[in-house]
């Protein structure tokens, strides 16, 4: 049964789809170029502050875009959905299943469905005129790098479980420029909800002193009477995982990981 979930989190990845994504990658890369190529002009002393200032804002924001959407579909929603569930859902869901899955994927799946939900920021700058004042000029920067990021993250996500990125990528990491494997390894161990910002990682500590999560659950909870993490789907698996334990497996959840590991392929446990 679950090497049957399994292949159906994995194999839900159709050509349509690709397609589709390729599609997208193919337009979010010409008006990304299209945008960028209307900031050149003559430089004055006032774009070299704005430059930085808005790169990081950008970069900032596709922090907190992937703490959100990354918080909502392992938290609420599933694989069963319309559209979203498979589309999305379900490269969520496939990921703590089986952690290692997306770095088995290319490009164009890896980072496919971030393109469209990537190229919002900078959309939202087509209306603006960069040479027209320096603030416009900013915004649109500030835009591009953000719907850049948006649609790295998924790509820096899998180079943090990659054993071996790239050398430039593991500088970044080690730096952490971007999300790092250690910081990263927070958000895969129990209680499985923490550190859901997954592109530079650093909302997370923000996000965790101010309990924004557990937070937002509880509000969600209290209007619409949902509870968080309450996806059949993930029942089935963790029920079908219980039972491949070998007899007498211990219960502490550190050793329960261990013994998975050990009795041969099973996969890992997703969320509570
Ligand atoms: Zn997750
Ligand atoms: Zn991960």
Known sequence: ????????????????????????????????????????????????????VAM?????????????????????????????????L???REHHFDSKAITRHDFVETNGSNAAIGMVPMLCTLPLTPQESLWSWGAVLCGCTMSFF?????????WAHSDEPPRPVAFLQ?????????????????????????????LNPVAEYFRVFPRLERLITLT???????????????????????????LDATEVSASVEASAAVPQPRHP
């Open 174 to 202: 080690r730096w952490n420029l971007i999300l790092s494997p250690r910081h990263h390894d927070k958000h895969h161990t129990a209680p499985f909800t923490r550190n859901y910002c997954i592109t530079a990682g650093w």
């Open 150 to 158: 948006i649609l790295m993250t998924s790509q820096i996500h899998k």
């Open 1 to 52: 049964m679950a090497e049957g979930q399994h292949k159906e989190l994995a194999g839900g990845y159709s050509k349509t789809q690709r397609a589709v994504e390729t599609c997208v990658l193919v337009v979010f890369a010409g008006v990304e170029v299209y945008l960028l190529s209307g900031l050149i002009g003559p430089l004055m002393p006032a774009h070299v502050v704005v430059l930085p």
């Open 224 to 250: 619409t009477g949902v509870e968080p993490r309450k996806d059949p789907l993930s029942d089935q698996l963790i029920a079908e995982l219980l039972r491949r334990l070998p007899p007498k497996a211990p």
């Open 56 to 88: 990081l804002l950008g970069y900032l924001g596709a922090d907190f875009l992937s703490g959100m959407v990354h918080w909502f579909c392992d938290t609420w929603g599933s694989i069963s959905w319309p559209l979203v569930g498979q589309t999305v």
């Open 90 to 92: 379900r490269t969520f």
